[in-house]
């Protein structure tokens, strides 16, 4: 039930793209900058990302090794939960799948750790299966640190929040933990298409 | 763990427009009725949902303005004059009027009386609103925290709440504001006419050492280049809150 507000028309968007934008987001052609304190800069030489938690040996790519990786160019939507979505963002980035190869695992969860502190909880099944990478280029460019340079998680399906910049590692988990965000009240799945903005929803 | 609240579902409310005050050209308050309110802190904000006739919604986020426990719940709209959502807060709303919003939202950038350490907030344009909730907060509460506010504005008519400013510094003990206008100044100002930069942060802010929590608030311009001036200054990053708005919404 919603109640109507007197004499509010909006901004109706028709044609093909309605259909590519959820319940309560709108268009934005500019890409905002959300994060909740000072952007780190952590130098090239000093990178490295790791794979941890519930696996036999963890795993850690220097910036350079991590760069040999097979990557790809991807053409992807994403809606982020203060509203505003984004059609055909294109990026470049490594497959979590490349990442997790051979990997043998019980764990059903990650969480995504990242430079500055910030972590976010994701299923693995939600990382896996060609559905999120590992970000270093946007629009044909180095990743810009205010959008999480130099590389952040990818994962288009999902709001915006769990594509967490700066990331610096997956922990593999028997259990989901609440990440930064999600201890806030933020939802602790995040499905744009079945508004998961906050706890219950 | 600190600082996390224990949330219920957030439901939708109707909330009622009792109150409307222009503050600028381009922004005005506004004071609900929100039976129900579950109470918020100082810097957290709501979300706004708008229907039309044929169902077609919109929803937008925005700070709150009041101290916690005020008797109304005020909102702060700035008008975007490109916005679907904000031009019909800003210009149709009126007294008696309903919306929905549900909240308060948001746990990490919030200030409460017991961090204990000064307080220094840095403010462009109207990203003063969630600050001003916690500026409100400490003086309702008798606390005595002592608080630098940085505000920058374009033109002194663009300033928000800047009688309330004027005389919240001039009565309360430890409450210091220090203006820049960044566009133009009325004559004879005698205060900082231009960005804030390193140098104004170096002589407004209080030393790193102090530990103050530090909330900056504005276009992601500002905020980038206050919070790495502060960093550089020695400041802990993770006491070091950041809230942006950019130029998309409305």
């Known amino acids: 039930m919603s109640y109507v507000s007197r004499g509010f028309r909006g901004r109706r968007r028709e044609g093909g793209d309605a259909a590519r934008i959820p319940t309560g987001q709108y268009l934005t052609d500019d890409f905002p900058v959300l994060s ?15 794979v941890m938690g519930e696996l036999d040996e963890p795993r850690t790519w220097t910036w350079e090794e991590f760069r040999t990786l097979p990557s790809e160019t991807l053409t992807k939507d994403i809606h982020c939960v203060t509203k505003w979505s984004k059609l055909d963002t294109v990026w470049e980035g490594v497959s979590v799948d490349t990442l997790l190869e051979g990997v043998e695992t019980a764990a059903e969860y ?39 340079g130099p590389a952040r998680l990818l994962v288009p399906h999902l709001y915006f929040w769990k594509s967490a910049k700066w990331v610096r590692g997956l922990t593999l988990r028997a259990e989901d933990e609440p990440g930064f965000w999600e201890r806030y009240g933020y939802h602790m799945y995040g499905d744009p298409w079945q508004e998961q903005r906050y706890w219950g929803d | 763990m600190a600082g996390t609240a224990v949330l219920g579902r957030l439901t939708w409310r109707l909330a009622e427009v009792v109150r409307l005050v222009d503050e600028t050209p381009r922004v005005r308050s506004i004071a609900f009725d929100v039976p129900g309110w579950p109470g918020h802190r100082a810097g957290q904000h709501v979300d706004v949902r708008l229907t039309a006739e044929d169902g077609y919604q919109a929803q937008r986020s925005y700070s709150i ?14 008008r975007l004059e490109d916005g679907e959502v904000s031009p019909y807060l800003v210009d149709e709303l009126r007294p008696g009027d ?16 017991e961090d204990g350490s000064p307080l220094l907030l840095v403010a462009g344009g109207s990203g003063v609103v969630p600050l001003m909730a916690m500026l409100r907060h400490r003086v309702a509460v008798r606390d005595g925290t002592p608080v630098r506010l940085l505000y920058s504005s374009r033109t002194l008519e663009d300033v928000i709440y800047g009688a309330e400013l004027e005389r919240v510094a001039a009565v309360s003990d430890g409450i210091e504001v220090v203006h820049t206008l960044t566009r133009s100044q009325p004559a004879g100002w005698s205060g900082y006419a231009r960005r804030i930069d390193d140098d104004m ?31 550089a200054l020695s400041h802990d990053p993770l006491r070091i809150k950041t809230e942006r708005f950019g130029p998309t919404g409305g």
């Open chain 1, 36 to 50: 909740a304190g000072p952007t780190p800069h952590t130098p090239l030489d000093e990178w490295t990302f790791s």
């Open chain 1, 110 to 148: 990650v969480l995504a750790y990242c430079d500055g502190g910030y972590t976010t909880n994701l299923p693995l099944e939600d990382v896996t299966g060609g559905k999120a990478w590992v970000a270093f280029g946007y629009d044909g460019e180095a990743l810009d640190p205010e959008h999480g």
């Open chain 2, 65 to 78: 303005a009041s101290a916690p426990g005020a008797e109304t719940l005020v909102l702060t709209v700035e």
């Open chain 2, 98 to 113: 309903r919306i929905e919003l549900r909240g308060p939202v948001g746990g990490y950038f919030v200030w409460t009386p």
């Open chain 2, 201 to 231: 942060l170096a002589e407004v802010s209080w030393p790193a050492t102090d530990q103050p929590a530090v909330f900056v608030c504005g276009p992601t311009r500002l905020v980038e280049g206050v919070a790495a001036a502060l960093v």
